[in-house]
Structures are given as structure tokens and as C-alpha cells.
Nanobody
Framework: QVQLVESGGGLAQAGGSLRLSCAASERAFNNYNMAWFRQAPGEERELVAAINWSGVVTYYADSVKGRFAISRDNAKITVYLQMNSLKPEDTAVYYC????????????WGQGTQVTVSS
């Protein structure tokens, strides 16, 4: 069982920045691919960014490409999401998720952290 705890959400102005962190409980952190999802009110949850176990391979949704950066520190068992040039449409609850290397779906989820971007 992997427990994930997000932090770093809050209120930002359009054009501003926020950095989300997700601390994991699993020492074998490098056995997991990690991702950030978000869900806005009335919308489905969407994949924002993902990173493989080593941190070498990353994926970004088109809507955040060039503005957001995902990274991980396996020694600190933490994954980050640096969000720059924020837009009001980035407003959502952001979730951290973990997927073991042997699975195709994300099995472990954090509780979510609210990000609100004002115009």
C-alpha cells in the first residue's frame, strides 16, 4: 500500500507560479511511475503530466506543455509539479498518482490539493 500526500496548492494570479509536491510512503519509490491528474468542477479527471521511475521519460498534456514541469527525487521519495504561466483554466483539484511498473493503471492516489487561478 502506497500512501501519497500532496501539498503546495493554493491561490495564484494568472501568469503566476505554484509548485506542487507529493510525498510517498513507499521506500521502493523507484518501482513506481508517477503522475499528476486534475479535475475541475463538472469535468472528468484528466492526466496532466507523468514521469517514469527513473525520471528520464516524461509526458505532458497539450494544455500544459511548455508551462508545467514534472520531476522526481527518488532519494526524497517525492514527485513535483512546477506550474508556471498559470491560467484560470488550470483551476482544479490536483491529484498525485502512482502506478507500479507491472501495472497499466494508476492504483494509488493522494487526497488532492486545490489550485485556484484568478484572472
Amino acid at each position: 500500500q502506497v500512501q501519497l500526500v500532496e501539498s503546495g496548492g493554493g491561490l495564484a494570479q494568472a501568469g503566476g507560479s505554484l509548485r506542487l509536491s507529493c510525498a510517498a510512503s513507499e521506500r521502493a519509490f523507484n518501482n513506481y511511475n508517477m503522475a499528476w491528474f486534475r479535475q475541475a468542477p463538472g469535468e472528468e479527471r484528466e492526466l496532466v503530466a507523468a514521469i517514469n521511475w527513473s525520471g528520464v521519460v516524461t509526458y505532458y498534456a497539450d494544455s500544459v506543455k511548455g508551462r508545467f514541469a514534472i520531476s522526481r527525487d527518488n532519494a526524497k521519495i517525492t514527485v513535483y509539479l512546477q506550474m508556471n504561466s498559470l491560467k484560470p483554466e488550470d483551476t482544479a483539484v490536483y491529484y498525485c498518482a502512482a502506478r507500479s511498473l507491472t501495472r497499466t493503471s494508476y492504483r494509488y492516489w493522494g487526497q488532492g490539493t486545490q489550485v485556484t487561478v484568478s484572472s
